[in-house]
């Protein structure tokens, strides 16, 4: 079936430390990718997107993603978090560039002082 | 610039009680306009997407209907709420293509 995995529902690192938190999709066709961030009780909020070009992308508060299309993956990436990254992360995709954007499940970051 | 408005933020209904929940945007024309549901565990389901006025897309069979009476507004509705329709729900735009979308800050429903 098509859909989004994040295969990570809870992930913890020390302030300071690298980040990586994973996502796969499963469509055919190259989609729209995205990350989005959750603070508790918020909306959500745009880190990065890729639509086509470069497979690394820069975003915003220092976080990046790659895309590869062999392995269909963009994951997201921080080389040290801050204790203000505690969030839910969503990854995001528009499969067939038709307008509907699909979420997975999200990946619950928490830091350690 | 444009923004979002959804409200209420916090809604607690009763089980058989009707739903409307309203999402209006600001600043811009013709949007493609989402609603979302968020339970725990679950992510973010979509529910319904719009590309115009009267236009409204179903993702998933529910209890719940949508519908755009405005360019740039988004209507949520049931006739009686279940149980199972707590959770979040998230209102969101776009201009396409080759943009992201944007998120409202969310209705917290509770039926009881």
């Known amino acids: 079936a098509q859909s989004v995995t994040q295969p990570d529902i809870h992930i913890t690192v020390s302030e300071g430390a690298s980040l990586e938190l994973r996502c796969n999709y499963s469509?055919?066709?190259?989609?729209?990718l995205f990350w989005y961030v959750q603070s508790p009780g918020q909306g959500l909020q745009l880190l990065l997107k890729y639509f086509s070009g470069d497979t690394l992308v820069q975003g915003i508060k220092g976080f990046e993603a790659e895309f590869k299309r062999s392995q269909s993956s963009f994951n997201l990436r921080k080389p040290s978090v801050h204790w203000s990254d505690a969030a839910e992360y969503f990854c995001a995709v528009e499969p067939n560039r038709d307008d509907k954007i699909i979420f997975g499940k999200g990946t619950r970051l928490h830091i350690l002082p | 610039s444009q923004t979002i408005h959804q409200w209420p933020a916090t809604l607690v209904q009763p089980v058989g009680s009707p739903l409307s929940l309203e999402c209006t945007v600001e600043?811009?024309?013709?949007?493609?306009l989402y609603w979302y549901r968020q339970a725990a565990g679950r992510g973010l389901q979509l529910l319904f997407y719009s590309v115009g006025i009267g236009q409204i897309s179903s993702e998933v069979p529910q209890n719940l209907s949508a519908s755009r009476p405005q360019d740039r507004q988004f209507i949520l509705s049931s006739k009686k709420l279940l149980l199972s329709d707590s959770g979040f729900y998230l209102c969101a735009w776009r201009l396409v293509p080759n943009t992201e979308a944007f998120f409202g800050q969310g209705t917290r429903l509770t039926v009881v």
């Open positions: 469509y055919g066709a190259t989609p729209y």
């Open positions: 600043g811009t024309s013709n949007p493609n």
